[in-house]
């Protein structure tokens, strides 16, 4: 059976209509696609509820340049996450307080791409691996490498005594400072009577490495000063560790577990 319309008027509302959906669809394809592209879930999409979820904490909680990372590295971070034991959105938000996801970027010291690796690191790192150093300039190799360090770290601070946020955080503040300068930290923190294995004691004994410090110094080393030497840029690390949390803690809210 079919229709015929006479009337002008109806033509143009259907067609009106029709533009108004496909703009909707069009929209959360817009959303939906790099998600699914991403492909770094464990387990599909059994659920409608899911679905929705994640639609709306990307469109309300994810930037557009953490969408396009995902959507072209995504598989990349999850591998080498899963391979190294490491949380692949822990690894997000580490890349987006180092490099602000630009895999061209370099510090005024030399650290370069997604992971900002040193260039001491650098060798180390690719000659645990295996690799040409060279390798760990491309996008996916320094992403592997960033990981693989990042993982090694966190085994450093493989402590009964230390809980598991305490134990990232420590290794994000290594990540950044320096694991011996972590040690000097958490070696002041016994002497004034803190807990070493707490972010924040160890957090709160950075500053004191400080050469201000110095007379205080003769009593905790030897070398009458800290084994890395004086930290002046302590409250840096600080901040790079709570804002990489804080980006970690808003990726765990978009991206749950179960997901």
Not at 206 to 229: D, I, M, N, Q, R
Not at 244 to 258: E, G, I, L, R, S
């Amino acid at each position: 059976m079919a229709f015929v319309f006479n009337n002008p008027s109806i033509w143009e509302g259907i067609v009106q209509q029709f533009e108004e959906l496909m703009k909707k669809v069009l929209f959360n394809a817009f959303w939906f696609v790099p998600v699914v592209l991403f492909g770094c879930f464990e387990g599909s999409f059994p659920g409608k509820s899911e679905k929705i979820f994640i639609l709306d904490a990307a469109k309300t909680k994810l930037d557009t340049r953490s969408l396009t990372i995902l959507n072209k590295y995504g598989s990349t971070i999850k591998k080498y996450s899963d391979f190294y034991k490491m949380d692949w959105r822990l690894i997000m938000a580490v890349m987006k307080v180092e490099s602000q996801f630009n895999h061209t970027a370099e510090s005024h010291r030399g650290a370069r791409g997604f992971m900002q690796i040193m260039p001491a690191t650098r060798i180390e790192v690719a000659e645990k691996l295996g690799i040409d150093p060279n390798q760990l300039e491309d996008p996916h190799g320094n992403i592997r490498g960033g990981i693989f360090y990042l993982s090694r770290l966190y085994g450093y601070f493989d402590n009964t005594e230390i809980n598991n946020e305490d134990r990232i955080k420590l290794t994000l503040a290594a990540y950044n400072a320096g694991f011996r300068r972590v040690l000097d930290a958490q070696k002041m923190a016994k002497y004034v009577n803190d807990n070493p294995n707490e972010w924040n004691s160890v957090k709160n004994s950075f500053s004191l490495l400080s050469k201000k410090y110095a007379s205080l110094h003769k009593y905790v080393w030897e070398e009458k000063k800290p084994t890395s030497g004086y930290f002046k840029d302590w409250q840096q690390t600080s901040n790079y560790v709570e804002s990489v949390m804080t980006y970690y803690q808003d990726y765990k809210t978009v991206f749950p577990p179960t997901v």
